[in-house]
């Protein structure tokens, strides 16, 4: 079946210190990939994607992934985190070459970063 | 921008009531679908809509059911609460002009069972 692991549950860190968050998923075709974000209160929210090309990926405020095939792996990362970064941080997996709709997603890391 | 509304921020309701959640999405999404949150469970899957009157169960269906009489709105029921169903709803929109699994999130309903 398919899954998405998250490694983390919880992350504290202060802020201007680097962020790196793990995903692995467990599918044997073709994947589009996604982190959602859930800031406090607000929807949850695309942060970043990857369908294909460039394994490395950008999405909204300083946030990369990298997509690592063969360690069905795709990590989140940021150089410099900030106190507004706090929120909670989804992975997401669905296999492309399939008729199906369903998104499987990670059970979420919270951050929390102390300013 | 893509709008996914829910009808309601926060719901109290009794164990055995039928409970209504609404959603609506302005973007003309062919792919609607309902998920509840728990923590340290991620999103699951209840149910899913890709057309009107069309609906498939996702993971974990059992107590639900849902309705799509119109394109832009979908509805997740529950025939009779109860207190394991004390839960964060999210509502969600997808489309074909969207890449598969890219999804647009409504604001969420809080529901409390009692």
């Known amino acids: 079946a398919q899954s998405v692991s998250q490694h983390n549950h919880h992350v504290i860190l202060s802020e201007a210190a680097s962020l790196e968050l793990g995903c692995n998923y467990s599918?044997?075709?073709?994947?589009?990939l996604f982190w959602y974000v859930q800031y406090p209160g607000q929807h949850l929210q695309l942060l970043l994607k990857y369908f294909s090309g460039d394994p490395l990926v950008k999405g909204i405020k300083g946030f990369e992934a990298e997509f690592i095939k063969s360690k069905f792996s795709f990590n989140l990362r940021k150089p410099s985190v900030q106190w507004s970064d706090t929120a909670e941080y989804f992975c997401a997996v669905i296999g492309t070459n399939t008729g199906g709709f369903k998104t499987i997603f990670g059970a979420g890391t919270r951050l929390f970063v102390k300013a | 921008d893509v709008k996914v509304t829910q009808s309601s921020r926060y719901l109290v309701k009794r164990t055995g009531e039928k409970v209504f959640l609404e959603c609506v999405q302005d973007?003309?999404?062919?792919?609607m679908f309902w998920y509840r949150q728990d923590p340290g469970l991620g999103l699951r899957l209840i149910y899913f809509s890709y057309d009107v009157k069309m609906k498939e169960k996702g993971d974990i269906p059992e107590g639900y059911s849902v309705s799509r009489e119109k394109k832009e709105r979908f509805s997740l029921i529950l025939e009779s609460a109860s207190t394991n169903q004390t839960s964060m709803y999210l509502c969600?929109?997808?489309?074909?002009?969207?890449?598969?699994?890219?999804?647009?999130f409504g604001p969420g309903t809080r529901l409390t069972v009692t």
């Open positions: 973007m003309d999404h062919e792919n």
């Open positions: 599918y044997g075709g073709t994947v589009n």
């Open positions: 969600a929109s997808t489309g074909t002009g969207t890449k598969k699994g890219e999804q647009y």
